[in-house]
């Protein structure tokens, strides 16, 4: 009986174009202006990709270096309150928007989760560590609302 459960499953798996790997949907991110509403890339695939891209150049790690200053500066890490936090987030995105305009990173015409071609954001869905500046998935303010109001964390 339990071993019709795998049967049903198959139909949610996708091959990852990058490691060949058949994984679950859910270890793909959506993009809805692929035919099938999914990255052609697993999850593990695009962090190893942006962590590869982020190491080999050298403007960004030159963005890193400068924003950690000024981050520092901010007085991060003596206080753990809201100011705090707002100065994290402040600083992520105004790193995305110094390395938009050198063209370290390009912005993405759609929202990569519903396709819709509307104004996005860059959300920093890892976080708003220096390490994580610029590792960031675009949304429309719809999606992106949505995304933190899922952040039960307290993030943001
Ligand atoms: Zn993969
Ligand atoms: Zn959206
Ligand atoms: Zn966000």
Redesign the pocket.
Known sequence: MTGNLAHGVSMCLKKCSRCKITKPVTEFYKNKAQRDGLEGWCKDCSKIASRKYYSKSPIRREYEKNYLREYRRAGYGNKADYKTRNIEKILASRAVERALHAGVITKQEVCSECGIKLKV?????KGYQPENWLVVQW?CHKC?MK??RKLTTGE?
């Open positions: 954001v860059a959300h920093h869905y949304l992106h995304k933190h943001d």
